[in-house]
């Protein structure tokens, strides 16, 4: 049968390995597709790479706009990555009435609705499984197999860069700072690595899961980002004694008053799976009414676990390109007239457990001072922990675990604590999540 054609734009490290997977295991992924797969057309600005790579067997360009507006062109693949370019050829494929492919969680985090609109206007799919969490088929999962179900929450790792670099400093005891260096010496974090280490790269990944799980429009700009960049060595040693892990997670949570769409460090307690996900990997929890809790654990990033995911939504859109539109899986999961208006609430809305952590004078009524304030608040304590104090210091360390409080609340709490005589600093807080059913 006649091979579905396909134009690369970027032959980089997802590129090449979307490449290199293809041509090894065409045979059988043309079985699956029902037609080969062939990519015809590669552009990137690297054309002795992008030769040395394709051997002849594609024709090349370095201007991506010619590949878009191919009429001999079925498929798009973008692994430009951006806001701007990519953008323009998404559109540009689009409107030429090419189906996309694309890896690029930036992208549709920000300009996501208008991307798909156009989409769905002019009868294409775009396609985005790569975009969250790499090899993990999470997309699919959320918007295909958990389909019978009410979504109510999500939590994943889904940044590699920051788990790794949070697994050396609880391992090694070492500060932000030396891990970081170490995992940009290791090819773990990019030269700038600010995306990854400030919780945007995963904001945008939970932005889109949150999106396809409750049938909401995509709004990262109302998402809450908290990165790990400010996370001490200290805390990660207090969570483990109390029986918890800090990983950066991307919740989306449903809630009657509106959905929580937050990214920051969290424990989580160390007997759940998840907690052990160490090093680069991804791992994202699913709670859904009717199946419970689904765990979903892989790759996150590289060649061939990101070229897997791209290979995967090249087989869907070979399957289902000649389908009537009205009849393909929604872009979104939820079918684009019947999307909830459903509000993502504010961050001082918010409803999880806190641990705190405060440098305290050690004399008496210092604890009765802050439990009345948590008490005033109706904050919950769930467990306390005092360190004893350095030899010749007169102040120590006191954690204290809350039960679920509104955020509103805790923000109040910590002001008036830390206008306290006998509080000295900042008091130091980290949201925290059971994740139980
Ligand atoms: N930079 C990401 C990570 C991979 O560290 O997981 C691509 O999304």
Redesign the pocket.
Known sequence: MKPINVGLLGIGTVGGGTWTVLQRNQEEISRRAGRPIAITRVADRNLDLARRLTAGQARLTDDAFDVVRDPAIDIVVELIGGYTVARELVMEAIAHGKHVVTAN?ALLAVHGNEIFAAAQKRGVMVAFEAAVA?GIPIIKALREGLSANRIQWVAGII????NFILSEMRDKGLPFETVLKEAQQLGYAEADPTF?IEGV?AAHKATLMAAIAFGIPIQFDKAYVEGITRLEAVDIQYAEQLGYRIKLLGVAKRREQGVELRVHPTLVPAKRLIANVEG?M?AVLVWGDAVGATLYYGK??GAEPTASAVIADLVDVTRLHTADPQNRVPHLAFQPDRMSDLPILPMEEVETAYYLRLRALDKPGVLADVTRILADLSISIDAMMQKEPEEGEDQTDVVILTHQACEKDVNNAITRIQVLDSIRGQVTRIRMEELKG
């Open positions: 969680k790499g940044n590699g860069t920051t990854d790269d680069a991804n996150g990033a």
